[in-house]
């Protein structure tokens, strides 16, 4: 904004790891997700403007409070921009990004977690996914058959139903309790015994991690294709186009295929920089997941998926007993080995939920776009377009003049 005012930007790929260029069709998604808040785009990249936020000092714990949490680099960047005192009195103020009238900041929030903390039932979690996942295969019976002219405006419909799974404040709350549980349990134990960062070796194999079971779901399928040197040496030189054509051609070829299969119906919508929906998934490039599947053959022995699970258990389980045992020597011991057992249990109940949102989120943007590509097609027949990806350098209203053109 160009308004001689100091201002204050935070890069929004850059908390999710995603520092490339964004394509102008991602970036218009991206805006429809933030209708709270404008995102300013510089450089192929989009920027949430947190100058309002910082000027207040209500906005300043708001803003740093999570931010630790989740992203410590951002957080100390800001703490140091902070401390540019003349640069901050002269930020201008205004209506802030983020206040309990934000979207998914209602007070609702804060009652949800103070709820799930004291009752510390991972039922709730299951319910979650298992709201998420109807909703997902109601989402795909329904879009399949939606016409060319109506695609559009059901996404924009259906964009409704994604933000509310995203600021379902039991979703928020129960994440806010796993991550509340950590920072306590990192901070107590350091305090009490010197000890850092107990909370990571405690919240091994923890149950509902997408992101954990998706890796040692990999080994089940690398445990398949060790058995097969044909495959291995078929996944040096194999292509893209013909991958599971010319993979049923060979000696166990089709058990690896079936088991790629099934594990791409669960995973396939992910890949590297998956929070841009023009990004090549696992289910498009499966050659993506060879280099990982091969190193896991090289490094882990057979039936590596259960080894590490129960070896990720039993040692959460012994720092726990160890942990709470040398607590109790200690002046109030048995009250602070209580209370630290009361946070070990919450921790495992809610810590591996923090991964499932975006995992809904990207599971809901890759049925958009195989929808959306297979109306590029017809572009393509119709000489409109060259390839159907050349729809990703249009924003999203761009692509709808276009189909409503060419329709």
């Given at each position: 904004?160009n ?10 790929g850059h ?10 069709l ?6 429809l997700l ?9 450089g192929?990249r989009?920027?949430v ?13 708001i ?11 951002m957080q ?11 640069f901050?009195k002269?930020l201008p ?6 206040s309990m009238?934000?979207?998914?900041l209602s007070?609702?929030l804060?009652?949800?977690?103070i709820?799930?903390y004291?009752k510390?039932?991972?039922?709730i979690?299951?319910?979650l996914?298992?709201?998420n996942e ?5 989402l795909?019976?329904?879009?399949a058959?939606v016409?060319e002219?109506?695609l559009f ?8 139903q ?7 404040p039991r979703s928020?709350?129960a994440?806010?309790?796993g ?10 134990i ?5 000890e850092k960062?107990?909370a ?11 992101t954990?079971?998706?890796g040692l ?7 398949v294709?060790r ?10 030189h194999?292509t ?7 993979l ?12 790629m ?5 669960k995973?396939?919508?992910?890949c590297s920089?998956?929070?841009d ?28 998926h ?14 726990g007993?160890?942990l709470?045992?040398?607590?109790d020597?200690l002046?109030g011991?048995?009250q602070?080995?209580?209370k630290t057992k009361k946070m ?5 109940n809610?810590i591996?939920?923090?991964e499932?949102?975006?995992y809904?989120?990207?599971?809901r943007?890759?049925?958009y776009?195989q929808a959306l590509l ?7 027949q119709?000489?409109v377009i060259q ?13 709808r003049?276009l189909?409503?053109q060419?329709?």
């Open positions: 904004m308004d001689g005012q100091n201002r204050v930007y935070m890069s929004v908390g999710q790891m995603m520092t490339d260029a964004i394509k102008p991602e970036m218009s998604f991206f805006q933030s209708d709270n808040y404008p995102l300013r785009n510089a192929g989009l920027f403007d947190l100058t309002h936020d910082l000027a207040s000092p209500i906005g300043r714990k803003v740093l409070g999570p931010m630790g949490k989740n992203d410590p680099l100390n960047a800001i703490k140091s921009l902070m401390q540019r005192k003349h901050m002269l103020r205004g209506k802030r990004i983020f009238r934000t979207k998914g007070w609702a804060p009652i949800q977690a709820k799930i004291r510390n039932d991972v039922a979690i299951q319910n996914i298992s709201h109807a909703s997902i295969r109601d795909q019976q329904r879009i058959n016409s002219d109506e405006a059901f996404i924009l419909q259906d964009h409704k994604l933000k509310e799974i995203m600021y379902d928020l709350g994440i806010i309790v991550v509340y549980a950590a920072n306590w349990i990192n901070k107590k350091e305090k009490w015994l010197g960062s107990a990571d070796t405690l919240s091994q194999s923890v149950a509902n991690n997408v954990s079971e998706m779901a990999l080994l089940d399928v690398s445990d294709v058995q097969y040197p044909a495959v291995i040496e078929f996944f040096h194999a893209d186009e013909t991958f599971f054509e010319d049923t051609k060979l000696e166990g070829g089709d058990a690896v295929s079936d088991s299969q099934a594990y791409l119906e995973y396939g919508m992910r920089g998956e929070i929906i023009t990004r090549p998934r696992w289910s498009e490039k499966p050659t993506a997941l060879i280099p990982m599947i091969l190193s896991n053959v090289k490094n882990f022995e057979p039936n590596a259960s080894v590490k699970f129960e070896q990720g258990r039993l040692e959460a389980e012994q720092e007993r160890d709470l045992s040398r607590l020597q002046p011991g048995k602070k080995a209580q070990i249990s919450v921790l495992r809610f591996g939920y923090r499932y949102p975006k809904a989120f990207i599971q943007y890759y049925i776009k297979k109306d590029a097609g017809k572009l393509v119709k000489g390839e159907k990806e050349d729809i990703y350098f249009l924003s999203f209203e761009e692509l003049r189909f409503a060419t329709g």
